[in-house]
């Protein structure tokens, strides 16, 4: 019975938080893009010597970045998972690949992340999270382990909307701190456990669900 619930998929039907992540990941999507296309015209004052001495991290990280933002949204619609079942995995594919190097490459500019360990460590975590959570998310597609694919698949999105909520806490932590260095090692965190935090709350909420789904055809 275990493995039966284990294997039954909730899909909630879409409502405004889907469209709110999907515009402001839309937004931050095409400015990542913005990156890639204009280069240090869109780098910030402070990290342009950064970025120009590492563009083999901010290049690879902007882009695939970018593209798990576009692609992650469209994954939770009903509609896709229902009808273009090749579609979502084609897409889920490109997805997978596209964290793991965005991973890699922001687990490398974070080494130069700040001036401390702390902003360093935050976003060395965030990438290993996120690496770790997209993998589980793929193996548990390969086994068909459907309804533990999808939870381990909204942590990994979870994770890539770090460069959501970065783009809405830093402005914030700036006028409230008044101190780049501060604000800069507060979001290195806050930008993406609260993201988790809510994920986790999210996934034990589809799983009682799911056991009343269970309940029900038994």
């Given at each position: ?7 039954i ?42 970025f ?17 933002l ?74 068909r382990?459907?309804a ?28 409230t ?22 994920a ?15 309940q029900?055809?038994?």
């Amino acid at each position: 019975m275990s493995e039966l619930a284990s294997n039954i998929p909730v899909y909630p039907r879409v409502r405004w938080p889907w469209w709110i992540m999907m515009i402001l990941s839309l937004f931050i999507a095409l400015y990542g893009l913005a990156y890639v296309i204009l280069g240090p015209r869109m780098y910030p004052p402070n990290l342009v010597a950064s970025f120009l001495a590492r563009p083999w991290g901010i290049y690879p990280h902007a882009l695939f970045g970018s593209i798990a933002l576009l692609i992650g949204p469209w994954q939770f619609r009903r509609n896709v998972l229902a009808q273009h079942r090749a579609t979502h995995r084609k897409l889920g594919q490109v997805y997978v690949i596209a964290c793991l190097l965005a991973g890699l490459a922001g687990f490398y500019m974070s080494l130069y992340a700040g001036s401390t360990w702390v902003p360093k460590l935050g976003f060395a975590c965030l990438a290993v999270t996120l690496m770790f959570c997209t993998y589980r998310a793929y193996a548990k597609a390969r086994a068909r382990r459907f309804a533990e694919h999808r939870e381990w698949m909204i942590l990994s999105y979870a994770c890539i909307l770090a460069a959501v909520t970065l783009r809405i806490e830093l402005p914030l932590l700036m006028m409230t701190t008044h101190q780049p260095g501060l604000s800069y090692a507060i979001v290195a965190w806050a930008c993406w456990v609260p993201n988790v935090l809510v994920a986790v709350m999210f996934i034990r909420g589809t799983r009682e669900r799911r056991g009343a789904i269970l309940q029900s055809i038994t």
